[in-house]
Structure formats: C-alpha cells, structure tokens
C-alpha cells in the first residue's frame, strides 16, 4: 500500500546524474528519513511530497522508496526559510536567509518573483543582487518546469539538462516542431530517440524533418561500420528500409541537406558517393597533408649505402634488399610505407631504420594505435613506444561537461622530432589519422608500418589501404619469409591463407593444430581442457595468457557465451572471492578482464611491495586486459591490475567499461600477441567467415594455434575472399591533389 511522505531535502547524499537515480534525506517536524528513487530535478532545500512505501535495506536500514513526487511551495516561515539559506539560490546563506524572511514574511516567495527590487530593503542586499536572486529563482522555476515537460518523452535527467542549457525556452517549441534537431545539435540523443518522440508529439512518419534526419543517422551508422561514404542507391535503400517510407522523392531532401552543408557529393566512376561532411573533410585533410609531408630529399645513394652498412655493421643487423630499400626510401622521403606479412622482417626493417636515424644524430618518436601494440613495439625495438593517443597528448577539453577529449599536439603544437614510425598501420582510422597528421610538420620524416591483409580498422576508413593503392608515395613490400620464421607453421600457414592456399591439418605440426568436433558441447569441453590444463604447460604461460579468439560475440560459440563457461571453469564460484552482479554480467575476484572503450581520465598507480606507489599516470585503453584484484562491495569499488602492474580503481557505475576477457572477438585482438590462441569454428555467417579474419585470427599467435571444430569451415574461410566492402575515398583525395 502506498503512503505520503513530505518535508524539505535537507542533503542529497548520491545522485547518478545520467538517470536521475538518487539517494537523499527528507525531513520534517516528526521525522528525518532516507529516500531512494528516480528523481528527474531536484536541489537540497527543495520541499516535496513523495508517493512510495517503506523497505528495510540490509545494509543502510529503513528507506522510503519513492515511486512519484510533486514540488510543493513552502509555507510556514520556517520552511520558506530553510529553502532560501539551503544553497538553493547563490549568495544566499543561513543568516541572509533569515532576514529576508524577517522582512517579508510569508509573502516572500510573491517579493521575489514580482517585486524583487524590494528585496534591496534587506540590509546586506543591493539592487543588482536583488535582481541575481530573482533570476536564479526563475531559472530554477524554469529548469523544473523543462525536466518535467522533458519527462513525459522518456528523456533522461542527464540529457534534459544539456537540452535546457542548450535551448532555454525555445526548447518547447523545437520539442513539439522538429525534435531530430535535438539529435544534430545534443550528443547523447539520436535518431532514435529523437524519432521516439517525434511520434509521441504527432510528427507523420514521411516528415521533411524525419527523412533528412534519417539520411543523416544511416550515414552515422554507416560509419560505425567501418565507412566513410555510402553509394547513393545504398543510402537510399538503408534510409527508406528503416524509415519505412518508399525510396522516391528522397532526392530533393539528399541536395537540401548538401546545400545545407550537412552532407558532401562525389561523383566517381558513375557513382554518387554521399559523405557526411565531418569525415569528407577529415579525409580531405588527410589527402593534403599526407601530400604536403611526401617531398624527396637530395641525398647520394651512395652514402646513404655506405651508412646503412656502417650501421648493419655496429648493430650486426643482416638486411635483404628489401629491407635495404625500405632503409633508403626512409631516409630520402618525407613519407614511406613499409608493408607485409608475419615473418617477413618488419621490425628487424624497424631497428635498422631506428639505427640508421640515431647514427644521423636525428630524434625519433615510435607510436603504434593501442597500449598492447605500443608495448610490443617497445620490446623488439627496445625504443619507448606509445600510444598515438599519448604521443599527441590526449587531454579533457577546458571547462567542459562532457568530458569531450582533445589533442594538445597539433599544427599550433606540432610533435618535436625529425623521425615518426607508427606502427600497427591497419589499425588506424581516418579520424586518428587526420589528428596525427595535424601534428606533423612539413620536413619530418613519416614511416608507416603494417599489414594490409589484416582485419581493417574498427573506426571508419581504410587508411593504410588507400594511401598505398593510391599510387603516389613510396611503398615497400617486404615479401621474404625468413628462415627462422618458416620454421614456424603459424607464420606458413598464415602465408599460405593470405594466398587463399589450403593449409595442413594433419596435427604433426609442433605449432598449429586442428582439433575436429561438430557438437557445440564437445567443442567447449575441447577449450575448457586446452586453456586450463593442456597448453599453459606447452608454451610456458600461465592460464591467462592463453587466448579464446572467436569470430562473434552472439551465439552459442560467441564471446558473451564462452565467458560465461570459461568463467565457471577458470575462475569458479568461492566463499572466498567476493563477486558483484552488473547487468549481465558477474564480475569475482580473480576474473579476467577487458577495457572495451577508451578512458584517457582514469587514473592507474604500480606500488612496490611495501605498498608504496613508485609511479602513476592516467589512461587505460581499449583492448587492455587485466586481472581483478579485489572487489570492495561496502565502498562499491573494483580494483583490477593490468600489465606492468598498473593497479586502477572502477566505481561500480564504471564496470560498464570492463567485461569479461577468456573469450574476445578476432576484432579485439588486433595490435596484441599471445602466447596461444584456441578458436572455435563451427557456423557463422559467409560474409563474417572469410580470409580476412582467419588471417588476422592466426597471426595474433607467437607460440602455438589451435583450431577446435570443422576442418571444412576452415577450408572454406581460406575460399573466401568476400570481404565487406568498405566504403572510403582517401585514395581518390589523394588522387584528385595530384592531377
């Protein structure tokens, strides 16, 4: 049965701000009580009157759950006065408070909002601050007005307040007229949304307004998978399939959204490419300045070969003629590619070009996409590496709500070096790309490093792709398998997929095993075996170190499946370890974890044995994995330790960036190395299962791969080249600048 509470919040002891979830204390003359409940608005000093019942909580005691509330004006002097010194209006404190309600008694709430020149009457308040409370009074009024309009929409707390803030008054107009603005201008709301309440408000499904949102909105989904632009039929049929709506008449909406600069048109080879405008220019951008950096250098090849040998010499470095190009082509261009396979010496090509600049007395920076690759890069060059992130000094923007990230590196604050070599080229999308790019000056050397064949970037683009295919800078390609490497089946075998050649799978490999089950169960009872007890033995790794890759994150061989069963098996269920449940997942003590996203502002410390924190820093990035060391469930806090030691701390809203890593799609490995891979393949969709993914799947081992399922789903992998086309243009950019 419901009952009535009301009184005066006297503290908000917790707020999520992003739902409105809070925790705060209600009092009045009989009692002083704990409220919980989803609170849309609300301020220390506010007085309400709140529909719920009572629940005992196990840990904090008696709470009233709140289920509705209504704002009720204060009445009896006391009330008026505890509101005005709460900390409710600005400048107004306890004693301030007291004298205005001393004066003006119970009409005080009349004086401010009409009469609020007489608020100067009160000793200590001058006109200009009597105008200051009046305007605070009204924009509080106003602000509890737009939360609740807001409300009736499902529109949350968090982004409520960024649409007052944004619109004040005008947001009831644009709400009821064309609510997609609110998903071009406020981050957080998207067609979707805005379509949500589009309906609720009236709005036909074959609006002006909902059409040119919804071209807007594919094409932002089309870049989340990977593309630049969409082909004009394509945008069309996307657009019409999920506005419902037939595809004629999209045409004039298409060129009132270029004429309005939302969107760019390309034609190309008789095909209408449609960009969103942010990333046409991002690729634009890029195409100049990649061209801006690719100059010669007059330098004698005879004394560069002189040098190169001299190097080789003192670093007992053994170069092909490959690899003596790549040397050379670095030290007379601005820009350089350096691409192939596993095995072909890429990072011997890497040291000797590092060698080559620091005989030159040059400086270099080494950077690669993510903290596993960059760390890697450091141990084969033995030159510090970072993140690109890091090397352009990733930083919260000034002041800003959002906590929206920017590059302190950039054409005003250019990087100070002779020599950049990213590495881990595939990986890089356009947007980062053009950020690095900003940060180069005219006259420093750029190498890029990786391998085409690998999985494309998660971001949109096709970077190392199209500058090579663009025809227009120096491109090496190492193609020599070295011998130590053909000594290693995975490097073979990973030559022989890329080549679409079928592999052996007669299991007399020491390093590259098939392991043939057709039932799902006996498939997982396979891993379970191999990860816990068989090949942390084989490769001299602990259990951790051997990595589930698998094609998908859904299905009965995903990821979100096999963590679960791994989980159970690696890390069951103890008295002992304390767990905490979070959406669909329990996370425990001792699980294996990965950062999904990421988070330039959580902060990590190593300490010594003695508990001492010997070195600190910020950033924990997305594909990092790490153990979780201690769950706290009183301070509601996750500790997890990542490489080196680094120890972070998760509040328990934050473990929406953690999940669980026995299992992690192909895609997610990319940049990382372990010991051993186990994959499950057994079905999956043609366009997913291809050569592509296997390749990058294979090469992601150092020591051992071993495949459990169908040996026909892996020979139909290698058949398959049908890659996803990905739609981008920076070859074309790059093209156009040079006609």
Known sequence: MSEILEGYVDKIVFRNAENGYTVLTLVNDEVEMTCVGTFTFIGEGEFIKATGSYTAH??????????????????????????LGSGAIKGIGNALAARIVRRFKKDTFRIIEEEPERLSEVKGI????????????????????AMLFLQQYGITTALAVKIYKEYGAKMYQIVKENPYKLAEDISGIGFKLADEI???VGIGTDSDYRIKAGILYVLLQASSGGHVFL?????????????????????????????????MIRESEGMKQIYGASLFYLELNSAKMLCDLNIKYDLSLTEINHRLSAVEKQFQIELDDLQRTAVVEAARNGLVVVTGGPGTGKTTTINAIIRFFEAEGMDLLLAAPTGRAAKRMTETTGYEARTIHRLLEISKMSGDIEN????????????????????????????????????VTVGTRLILVGDINQLPSVGPGNVLKDIINSHHFNVVKLTKIFRQATESDIIV???????????????????????????????IQVIVALVRDKMPKYVNATTFDIQVLTPMRKGELGVERLNQVLQQYLNPSSPDKKEKEYHNYIFREGDKVMQIKNNYQLTWEIKSRYDITTENGTGIFNGDTGIIKEINLFAEQVTVEFDEGRMVEYTFNQLEELELAYAITIHKS?????????????????????????????????NCVTIVG??????????????????????ERIKELYQ
């Open 198 to 200: 589009a309906a609720k």
């Open 710 to 731: 169908s040996q026909n789903m892996v020979q139909l992998m290698i058949d398959n080249e049908s890659e996803q086309r990905r739609y981008s243009g920076l070859s």
């Open 404 to 439: 929206k990230l920017i590059f302190e590196r950039n054409e005003g604050n250019p990087l100070e070096t002779d020599v950049i070599i990213i590495d881990e080229m595939s990986m890089v999308d356009i947007s980062l790309m053009h950020a690095l790019l900003r940060a």
């Open 231 to 263: 082909p004009e039929d394509v945008l069309k049929a996307r657009t019409a399939e999920m506005l419902g709506i037939d595809i004629s008449g999209m045409e004039h909406h298409i060129i009132d959204l270029a004429m309005n600069k939302k969107i």
């Open 126 to 145: 001058s006109e200009h601050m009597a105008r200051e409370i009046a305007k605070q009074f009204d924009d509080k009024k106003d602000m509890r007005g």
């Open 493 to 523: 075998n990973a030559h022989k997929i890329n080549a679409g050649e079928q592999i052996n799978l007669d299991n007399k490999s020491k390093d590259f095993f098939l392991l043939k089950r057709s039932e799902v169960t006996a498939i």
């Open 670 to 702: 990319q940049g990382s190395e372990y010991p051993a891979v186990v994959m499950p393949l057994l079905t999956g969709p043609k366009m997913l299962m291809n050569r592509n993914l296997l390749y990058t799947a294979v090469t992601r081992a150092k």
């Open 58 to 83: 196990q840990l904090y005691g008696e709470q009233f759950q709140v289920q509705s509330y209504e704002f009720m004006e204060p009445e009896d002097l006391e009330s008026i006065e505890r509101y």
